[in-house]
């Protein structure tokens, strides 16, 4: 069975650094695309960072600190935030999309979901 599984979230003061990551078990073959989104409480997933194909893309409120990188190898995807402001606590979630396992292709998978929280 493919799974996504996060770790790494927590409580950190403002200007802090976290490092999240994401692992994508299973027998998996390939994975298109790997990102990381976020949800708080009343509002819409929203798209945090994505790595496809050797591109990375950014929301325009994380540009210049988070930082999100692929170990092609592990099928794990990092997020690496820093300058932390209390406007980034959310739930972040994993997402992996075109995931190739043995007999088919799941298109759009999502992890559980990890707590981010930063203090003022």
């Known amino acids: 069975q493919v799974q996504l599984v996060e770790s790494g979230g927590g409580l950190v003061q403002a200007g802090g650094s976290l490092r999240l990551s994401c692992v994508a078990s299973?027998?998996?073959?390939?994975?298109?695309?790997m990102g990381w989104y976020r949800q708080t409480p009343g509002n819409q997933r929203e798209l945090v960072a994505i790595?496809?194909?050797?591109?990375?893309n950014y929301a325009d409120s994380v540009k210049g600190r988070f930082a999100i990188s692929r170990d092609n190898a592990k099928n794990t995807v990092y997020l690496q935030m820093n300058s932390l402001k209390p406007e980034d606590t959310a739930v972040y979630y994993c997402?992996?999309?075109?995931?190739?396992?043995?007999?088919?292709?799941?298109?759009?998978?999502w992890g559980q979901g990890t707590q981010v929280t930063v203090s003022s």
């Open positions: 790595s496809s194909g050797g591109i990375t």
């Open positions: 299973g027998r998996i073959f390939s994975i298109n695309s």
């Open positions: 997402n992996a999309q075109g995931v190739q396992t043995v007999g088919y292709v799941r298109g759009n998978m």
